[in-house]
């Protein structure tokens, strides 16, 4: 069965630090991968997505996130943190178009001034 | 262009009592899904439209819950009668389509529901 697992429940940054926030997946064919950041009281908002053959993808917001396929991981990552940037992150796969999207459990980051 | 709409935001109600949410989704996507989450979870797909028909209801609990999209537009989620656990944010979301697995879905800001 397709899942993601988001092993740290809290990130905390300073400002202008990189950050990373850290997404593997369960091996089953060639995953579609997501990152999806939610803010309080909203809905989740679509930061970027996996396509194949692209290992380090870059996204809205100047997010970037690198896909490492011997390690099944897809981790979200940023030069320069913002406090703007503080939020709830999730990763989610996918295996093709007629399965779920299947969450994390999510990673709240918080980046202190 | 226009977001995915939900009414209403916030929602309290007793148990066993019965309550409807509405998503009006982007203009155009085809797909429509409602979404259960659970405070401090990750979202979980109860049902998945594909125009006006059932895609995936795999996880709805269908003995309480149930959902329509009668035009292939508007989506209602349904939930009668109530129960403490369903305390929840249900999210709707729409896609374009179900072509290759890599479209986004967009998302509504939910309705939050509190059972008492």
């Known amino acids: 069965a397709q899942s993601v697992a988001q092993p740290e429940d809290q990130v905390n940054v300073a400002e202008g630090n990189p950050l990373t926030v850290k997404c593997t997946y369960s091996?089953?064919?060639?995953?579609?991968l997501f990152w999806y950041v939610q803010y309080p009281n909203r809905g989740l908002q679509f930061l970027l997505k996996?396509?194949?053959?692209?290992?380090l993808v870059k996204g809205s917001y100047g997010f970037e996130a690198e896909f490492n396929k011997s390690q099944t991981s897809f981790h979200l990552k940023k030069p320069s943190a913002l406090v703007s940037d503080s939020a709830l992150y999730f990763c989610a796969v996918r295996y093709s178009g007629n399965t779920p999207l299947v969450f994390g459990k999510g990673t709240r980051l918080s980046v202190i001034a | 262009e226009a977001g995915v709409a939900q009414s209403p935001r916030y929602k309290i109600i007793e148990k066993r009592q019965s309550v409807a949410f509405w998503c009006n989704p982007i203009?155009?996507?085809?797909?429509l899904y409602w979404y259960q989450q659970i405070l401090g979870q990750g979202p979980k797909l109860l049902i998945q439209f594909q125009n006006n028909g059932v895609v995936d209801d795999s996880q709805l609990p269908k003995d309480r819950f149930s959902a329509e999209r009668l035009k292939g537009v508007d989506s209602t989620l349904k939930i009668q009668p109530a129960k403490l656990e369903d305390s929840a944010v249900y999210l709707c979301?729409?896609?374009?389509?179900?072509?290759?697995?890599?479209?986004?879905?967009?998302f509504g800001d939910g309705t939050r529901l509190s059972i008492l």
């Open positions: 203009s155009g996507h085809a797909t």
């Open positions: 996996y396509i194949t053959g692209d290992n």
């Open positions: 091996v089953s064919g060639n995953p579609y």
């Open positions: 979301a729409s896609s374009l389509g179900m072509g290759p697995g890599n479209q986004p879905q967009h």
